[in-house]
């Protein structure tokens, strides 16, 4: 994937395997990760891109997973400086903003038993 536009639908069997992760990231190192471990949802923006513009942005949010199920469902839309995941059907659900210095093209993912990115076209011409 090359547009920095993209579409994610994941899904994982049984959580309690594996903890599971998605992390963007580009050439110059910088990077978003995304996780589930121990029933928490955490995103990582620390390392994302510029961080100059607050000393309040760079760091990590995490949320307690409302649903109980062993199952997890995972959709994302993701464009060059955010990202919007809606898990289990909505029941959590993330927005994120980052800066990278140029658009994440490498997209890593860890736990998913069924796992689909599409990348998107731009509205803009």
Not at 96 to 111: A, K, N, Q
Request: no cysteine; proline share 2%; charged share 25%.
């Amino acid at each position: 994937p090359h547009s920095g536009l993209y579409e994610i639908k994941a899904i994982s069997n049984n959580i309690d395997d594996s903890p599971i992760s998605i992390t963007l990231s580009n050439h110059q190192n910088e990077q978003i990760k995304f996780t589930l471990s121990e029933g928490v949802f955490s995103f990582d923006r620390t390392k994302s891109g510029d961080l100059s513009f607050s000393a309040d942005f760079a760091g990590i949010h995490t949320a307690k997973r409302i649903s109980n199920t062993d199952a997890l469902t995972m959709h994302a839309y993701i464009d060059h400086s955010s990202i919007e995941i809606f898990l289990d059907d909505g029941q959590n659900v993330f927005t994120e903003l980052f800066f990278p210095s140029s658009i994440y093209t490498d997209i890593r993912t860890d736990g998913f038993s069924e796992l689909k990115i599409r990348e998107l076209k731009s509205i803009w011409r």
